[in-house]
């Protein structure tokens, strides 16, 4: 079965770790990748920008209309996730516990189960 493990980005949080905090848990994700590439359990990942450098494209009267920033103001905002394919949903719980974003306080993976994924090959 496969399981986004999503990692939630909340700049609040983010801003008041320190400096070494911050590195610890982004130099983290290098042998937690290595360790579910190992595996097997590694589907894909993608961390991505922040939401202020994204755009919104909606569609009114058959036009697309473009405008900056994200669709939401939030607290929160998706961060990056990890696609792993594994056993169960206890092992995609005990994967998500081994993401360094997930010892931070305030901040936590959501792990979710994937219904349908469908991909360039299809």
């Known amino acids: 079965m496969k399981y986004l493990l999503i990692m939630h980005m909340n700049p609040q949080v983010w801003d ?8 610890e ?5 290098g042998p937690f990748m290595e360790a579910i ?3 097997g359990e590694l589907v894909g990942t993608a961390a991505l920008a922040d939401p202020s450098q994204s755009a919104v494209v909606r569609v009114r009267g ?7 920033g994200p669709y939401l103001e939030a607290k929160e905002y998706l961060g990056g ?5 594994c056993d169960s949903k206890e092992r995609a719980l005990e994967l998500a516990a081994l993401i360094p974003d997930a010892a931070v306080e305030g901040l936590g993976i959501e792990v979710r189960p994937v219904v349908f994924a469908g991909g360039a090959e299809d």
């Open 16 to 23: 008041a770790m320190t400096e070494e905090a911050r590195n």
């Open 25 to 29: 848990v982004m130099n983290g994700h």
């Open 37 to 39: 590439k190992k595996s």
């Open 62 to 68: 058959g036009m697309p209309a473009v405008t900056d």
């Open 81 to 85: 996730y990890y696609l792993v394919e």
